[in-house]
């Protein structure tokens, strides 16, 4: 089997995140932005960041000819743009787009799901493809490893 073999596909993971703290903020409003802080326009500028790193990272993948999907075979090993800086940067994009939503909404939600949504990321993504890349790239992964962090 020629893929990381992770438990969820991250955006599905990261929707689901999403559609959870939607409903239970529906149930049980629970705001956290103070009401001197433009709490949209902040919210708007984080997740703008999130997704600009997301899709900075993603055409690097793209342009070194190698997939982002999990459930494919990685050719590569990216170690340009985003990922000088950390070998996960989508899933650090998705991280900031779920805070940036928080505030954006204006529900501490959607700052709890990241708990699970990190969990599941880290345990059941991260782990699976950091032992997937390590057994098709032998030592080259663990010399990149070395070099650049997992988060930031």
């Known amino acids: 089997m020629d893929h990381a073999n992770t438990v969820i596909r991250p955006p599905i993971a990261w929707a689901l995140a999403v559609v959870a703290s939607l409903g239970i903020d529906r149930l049980y409003p629970l705001p956290f932005v103070p009401p001197s802080v433009p709490g949209i326009w902040a919210g708007a500028a984080v997740f703008a960041a999130g997704f600009a790193t997301a899709i900075w990272a993603i055409a690097t993948i793209r342009g070194a000819g190698s997939r982002i999907e999990t459930n494919k075979p990685t050719t590569a090993i990216v170690a340009?743009?985003?990922?000088?800086?950390?070998?996960n940067p989508i899933y650090v994009g998705m991280f900031l787009g779920q805070i940036g939503l928080a505030i954006g909404?204006?529900?501490?939600?959607?700052?709890?799901?990241l708990a699970p949504f990190y969990l599941v990321i880290?345990?059941?993504?991260v782990a699976r493809e950091e032992i997937y890349l390590e057994r098709k790239f032998?030592?080259?992964?663990?010399?990149?490893?070395?070099r650049?962090?997992?988060w930031l």
Do not use: C, I, Q
């Open 105 to 113: 909404v204006n529900s501490l939600w959607f700052l709890a799901a």
């Open 122 to 125: 880290r345990y059941g993504v």
């Open 80 to 87: 340009d743009g985003p990922y000088r800086f950390t070998r």
């Open 138 to 146: 032998g030592d080259a992964y663990p010399a990149y490893k070395a």
């Open 148 to 150: 650049v962090r997992r």
